[in-house]
């Protein structure tokens, strides 16, 4: 008796998902063809700026670092300094933009680190006594 309950219930849900994924395809379809306004909506450009804080310096940052268009060398090369390993003041995988160390307020520090460590795309490293996880493009490795 519950199993069939169960599949009844499937069988309800189904339905009702099927209905709207086909209105919202079907909504979508028209916007798309009812005017180039959506359109150009959606190929608008728009600025992408980046805030951040050094909790190592106590430096701070803020870069457009694209119009939406291109980039912008100047900014670029702005944050690849603040990027840069502070304590040999020299390039590493962070001065290219290949590596954060990072933490994100309101996420706990052990499931930032579980994400990272699931996309098998680079190194990890985990502190959790200074409250940081590196994540980095490099070879898959953790520490």
Same mark, same amino acid.
């Given at each position: 008796?519950?199993?069939?309950?169960?599949?009844?219930?499937?069988? +309800?849900? #189904?339905?009702?998902?099927?209905?709207?994924?086909?209105l919202g395809g079907v909504a979508l379809?028209? /916007?798309?063809? /009812?005017?180039? +306004?959506?359109?150009?909506t959606l190929s608008t450009p728009t600025?992408?700026? @980046?805030?951040?804080?050094?909790?190592?310096?106590?430096?701070?940052? !803020?870069?457009?670092?694209?119009?939406?268009?291109?980039?912008?060398?100047?900014?670029?090369?702005? @944050?690849?300094?603040?990027?840069?390993?502070?304590?040999?003041?020299?390039? /590493?995988?962070?001065?290219?933009? !290949?590596?954060?160390?990072?933490?994100?307020?309101?996420?706990?520090?052990?499931?930032?680190?579980?994400?990272?460590?699931?996309?098998?795309?680079?190194?990890?490293?985990?502190?959790? +006594? /200074?409250?940081?996880?590196?994540? #980095?493009?490099?070879?898959?490795?953790?520490?």
């Open positions: 008796m519950i199993l069939l309950g169960t599949i009844e219930h499937m069988e +309800k849900i #189904d339905n009702y998902r099927r209905k709207w994924l086909t379809g028209f /916007s798309l063809l /009812s005017s180039n +306004k959506a359109l150009a600025p992408r700026t @980046l805030k951040l804080n050094n909790i190592h310096t106590g430096e701070s940052i !803020k870069a457009e670092f694209s119009n939406g268009i291109g980039y912008n060398k100047e900014e670029l090369t702005r @944050l690849n300094y603040f990027f840069r390993d502070f304590r040999q003041n020299e390039n /590493s995988l962070h001065k290219v933009g !290949k590596a954060a160390d990072l933490r994100i307020e309101g996420i706990s520090l052990n499931h930032i680190r579980q994400a990272a460590l699931r996309m098998r795309a680079g190194g990890v490293g985990y502190y959790p +006594k /200074s409250n940081f996880l590196h994540i #980095d493009t490099g070879r898959v490795r953790t520490w």
